[in-house]
C-alpha cells in the first residue's frame, strides 16, 4: 500500500512538530484513498491538554470540529479525513501504543487509515518521516512517498 505525502502537508507537520517542542504534538490528515494507496493534501493540527514528551492524545470533539471545519471549504466531495499524524520528539518511528491504537479503530472503520510520525529533535536538526497503513485491524505494508505540490487535484498525476 503507498502513502502519498504532498509536500505542504509534510512543511505543517514539520513545523507544527518543532514549534511543539519539547512536546509531541498531531492532527488529522486529509485526503482521499485511491487503488492501494492513501493520498494526504492537508494535516491539520488538533491541540490536545492531553500531552507530553512522549504523549499525544488527540481530542476527539477538537479533531472532529477542525474536520468538518476543514471540509465546509472543500469542493470535492471523496475528500475526507483519511488518518492522524503526531510528532515524537526523538529519533522514533511508531510506537507499540501508536500501532494499537491505529489498529483498533482502523477495525471500526469502512476504509484504510494511515497514521504519520515525524520524528524531531532539538532545532530540527534530525527529522524522520514514518508512515503506515491500517485497514481492518491489520497493518499493511506501506511505502511512503512525498509528493509535490501539483498533485493537490486528483487525476492530476495518475496514470
Known sequence: S?????ADPLAHMLS???ASLPFE??????GWREPNAVRIFRALMVPSPDRGRARYVRSKVAAENAIERALADEDDPLVGDVGEWHSHPRMSS?????RRELRSLSGLAEFPLALIVVAITKGGMRTRVSGLIFH???QLPTTVTILDDTTRKK???DE
Request: charged share 10%; hydrophobic share 35%; net charge negative.
Open 25 to 30: 504534538t498531531g492532527g488529522v490528515l486529509l
Open 94 to 98: 511508531s510506537s507499540v501504543q501508536d
Open 136 to 138: 481492518a485491524g491489520h
Open 2 to 6: 503507498g502513502l502519498l505525502v504532498g
Open 16 to 18: 507544527d512538530s518543532l
Open 155 to 157: 487525476g492530476t498525476d
